[in-house]
């Protein structure tokens, strides 16, 4: 259980920002590791000859976000990565296509060097894009792309601290753990 408490000091290291992102087809995991009070207890696990796949976007243009909405269930969180690519090209038209309706998941490094995953197998997200011309002389053209999806939980920390709260010390337990193993 949870008690509400006092907002805890704020860490004053607070760069916003996306540095860098890969994705992953969920095909392509072959297991999904334990999570740990919101944390991956170690990095996805492939099948053979599959990896992260390096995303790229504009830095002025990556944003990441968790908007919660409540529900009857309860929470919903739908984390979003989107992201621009200026100009035209038939090479990423081609690569965005066959992305458009795959199930994916992602991994985002903040400006922070602080890393999460987002996305599991049983809630993954989904890629979409559009190209545009913009609307008037000064707009650069260019793809929109967005990964989006619907989660009972927040996105998942990766690389942990030496200490991660357990949940049989009452330390920020995961009640959620039960659902992505």
């Not at 996306?18 to 009070?37: C, H, I, Q, R």
């Given at each position: 259980m949870i008690y509400l408490t006092d907002f805890p000091s704020p860490d004053f290291n607070h760069l916003g920002g996306?540095?860098?992102?890969?994705?992953?087809?969920?095909?392509?995991?072959?297991?999904?590791?334990?999570?740990?009070?919101?944390?991956?207890t170690s990095d996805l696990n492939f099948i053979e000859g599959k990896s992260w796949l390096k995303g790229y976007t504009e830095r002025t243009q990556a944003k990441f976000s968790e908007p919660i909405s409540m529900t009857g269930s309860g929470p919903v969180f739908k984390p979003t990565l989107e992201g621009f690519i200026p100009g035209e090209n038939d090479q990423l038209k081609l690569l965005f296509r066959k992305m458009t309706g795959d199930l994916f998941l992602l991994k985002v490094k903040d400006n922070t060097g602080k890393y999460r995953v987002a996305g599991t197998p049983a809630y993954p997200l989904r890629f979409t894009f559009e190209f545009s011309t913009g609307s008037n002389y000064g707009n650069i053209d260019g793809y929109r792309f967005k990964f989006q999806g619907q989660l009972p939980v927040q996105s998942l920390r990766l690389h942990a601290p030496s200490y991660i709260p357990d949940e049989n010390t009452g330390d920020f337990s995961n009640e959620f753990s039960q659902e992505f193993n």
């Open positions: 996306v540095s860098e992102f890969w994705f992953v087809l969920v095909g392509d995991l072959a297991d999904f590791p334990k999570t740990n009070s919101g944390w991956l």
